[in-house]
Structures are given as structure tokens and as C-alpha cells.
């Protein structure tokens, strides 16, 4: 009977694309660490440790914290969430002044929050951030 072994392939390969989506989504599970959170900007108060560890005209990856910190000059410092805003995937890196998506190549001006490369359009959010006894300080009341 020729009409069942297609019929067979594909029920195989419909169970092999739910289980290929499946493992997507665990990936990008809002519980992951590396998948994208609900609120990908803090809702409390986020002490990054020395303001000292990001250097002057540079930005430092704060991925556990979800966050990048950029000091345009001495004293002086900007942070933004680090969850892409096309996906919500977590950057995983700084490249020169760009921090990057590994989800889908987007790139984002560590110093604005500007997308520079889609599929992103829409800037990183920034984030409130104070330096209290030698420490940033970032989140809501920071």
C-alpha cells in the first residue's frame, strides 16, 4: 500500500519539527539564564560591584545581572538592559564599542543603546545607575 509509508513519513517528520520547536522555545525559556526575561530591565536596586571594573571609554557584560555599563569618562557611567529588544535573547558579548546578540546577529552602540544591525530597531533600554561607596549601583532608585 503505497499511501501508508508517506502517511507514516510524515507523522515522523511532523513529531521531529514539534520536537525540534520544543527544544527552541526551551532555549528561550524566560527561566533560562541565557533566554530572555519577562523584565529585561531591573525591578530593584543592582549592586555590579567596583565602578572601577568598567574602564574609562569602554563598557563592561554584566550578563548574570542582565546589563551593560558603559563609563564615557572618569566618574561618570550609563547602563542599559542587555536583552535584545528584537527576540529577548542576552547579549553575550562587547565587540569594540557594539555589544552583540548571538539569537540573530543584532548589534547594539554600547554607549547609547542605539540598534546599529537588525533585525533590531528599537534601542536597549536604559537603566538608572549611581556609584555609592565606590559601587555601581543600578536599577530603580539607583
Known amino acids: 500500500m503505497p499511501g501508508q509509508p508517506a502517511a507514516r513519513r510524515t507523522v515522523l517528520k511532523g513529531a521531529a519539527l514539534a520536537g525540534a520547536a520544543g527544544l527552541g522555545a526551551a532555549a528561550c525559556s524566560t527561566e533560562s539564564k541565557l ?3 519577562q523584565t529585561p530591565t531591573p525591578t530593584a536596586p543592582v ?13 563592561r557584560l554584566y550578563r548574570e545581572q542582565r546589563l551593560i555599563v558603559h563609563c564615557p569618562a ?3 557611567y550609563k547602563a542599559f538592559s542587555a ?23 543584532s548589534r547594539f552602540d554600547v554607549a547609547t543603546g542605539k540598534a546599529l544591525k537588525g533585525p533590531a530597531t528599537v534601542p536597549l533600554p536604559e537603566v538608572p545607575v549611581t556609584v555609592k561607596n565606590g559601587k555601581l549601583i543600578a536599577g530603580p532608585e539607583a
Open 74 to 76: 572618569k566618574g561618570q
Open 35 to 37: 533566554g530572555h526575561a
Open 83 to 105: 536583552q535584545c529588544t528584537h527576540a529577548g535573547c542576552l547579549l553575550d558579548k562587547i565587540e569594540g564599542a557594539e555589544g552583540n546578540c548571538p539569537c540573530h546577529g
Open 47 to 59: 549592586d555590579l560591584g567596583a565602578a572601577d571594573a568598567v574602564p574609562v571609554g569602554g563598557a
